[in-house]
């Protein structure tokens, strides 16, 4: 055990000792480029989606009476609405209040003015008990049933559509991942090879005083696994570089919303993830590499 253990560090310390030697350091800023692609737009998935819950946590359904309909019948409907169960709470807005505020925004004064009447209608906001999608369209459509409402909107039918296009982003990034990972495992395959070919007589030398096949791979796999790792850590550099310039742009637009939203760098355990993605990478171009190299050299 001991010495598989002292040829595995030999090997090692072989590929360390060539890696800066043989472009290592540009060829993993490649793969480094490369992984920040899928790893930057999985952190903006992510972050869009966690903030897409955060905002969801209250569902909301806005209940719009018809133009004509009576403080009486508003009053009846929100009657209505306190006895279903499935709302936790309801809250009435007057058609004078939705006036005035919307009236406080900027150039919609002069375009209110010019109507001559007030066009909005009253409204309630329902808050419901289960903010699951299915549970919101039914509550939906049972309210769009009930004596005097004109129209009814569920507030979270923004955030399933965006849920839906992140699947899909996604979907796209597992893509733009696999394509770019054969991609990469050409790249580590041709560093391996160039450097199986400068050494060429060395091998043949080892295997005439009865060198192991593992013996001669070894050194060569571990190169193609270092320069993937390094590519890893270059992937996972860029994309806190782009999180810091980018944030500095969303704290603006945050603030103005009063969020303190921001995009955080990925998880250890997703960092760890975008590292051993690239490990493999380097690794399996080296063991392509190797496998056809050594078959030539043996030819």
């Known amino acids: 055990m001991s010495a598989w253990l002292r040829q595995h560090r030999q090997a090692l310390a072989a590929a360390l000792a060539r890696l800066p030697r043989i472009g290592g350091a540009l060829s993993a800023l490649v793969i480094g480029i490369a992984l920040s ?3 930057g737009g999985y952190v903006l998935l992510e972050g869009l989606r966690g903030l897409g ?5 209250e569902p909301q359904v806005s209940v719009f009476m018809r ?5 009486a019948d508003a009053d009846a409907l929100g009657a ?13 807005l007057p058609r004078e209040q939705a006036l005035k505020e919307l009236s406080a925004v900027q150039g919609m004064g002069e375009v209110i003015a010019a109507l001559g009447k007030n066009p909005l209608p009253d409204a309630y906001v329902v808050e419901a008990k289960d903010g699951s999608a299915g549970a919101l369209d039914a509550l939906a459509a049972d309210l769009a ?5 004109a129209h009814v909107q569920a507030d979270s039918a923004w955030a399933r559509r965006l849920s839906s296009l992140a ?7 597992w893509l733009l991942a696999a394509v770019l990972g054969v991609g990469l495992v ?3 395959f041709n560093t391996v090879r160039l450097q199986i070919l400068t050494q060429r007589e060395e091998i043949e030398v ?11 791979r070894r050194p060569f796999y571990y190169l193609g696994l270092l320069q993937g790792l390094a590519g890893g850590a270059v992937a996972l550099a860029i994309v806190a570089g782009t999180l810091v310039l980018l944030n500095r742009e969303v704290a603006t637009l945050a603030e103005s919303y009063g969020s303190s939203f921001r995009f955080a760098f990925p998880a250890p355990g997703d960092a760890l993830a975008i590292l051993a993605f690239a490990g493999l990478i380097g690794w399996l171009g080296a063991y392509l590499s190797v496998g056809q190299q050594l078959r030539m050299v043996e030819g």
């Open 37 to 39: 692609l899928p790893a």
């Open 53 to 57: 819950t955060r905002m969801t946590l």
């Open 67 to 71: 133009a004509d309909a009576k403080r």
């Open 80 to 92: 209505a609405l306190k006895a279903d169960a499935r709302i936790a709470r309801i809250r009435f």
């Open 145 to 149: 049933k009930l004596p005097g409402v």
């Open 167 to 173: 699947a899909i982003l996604r979907s796209a990034l």
């Open 186 to 188: 050409a790249v580590t």
């Open 206 to 216: 080892l295997k005439l005083i009865g060198a192991t096949d593992a013996f001669i």
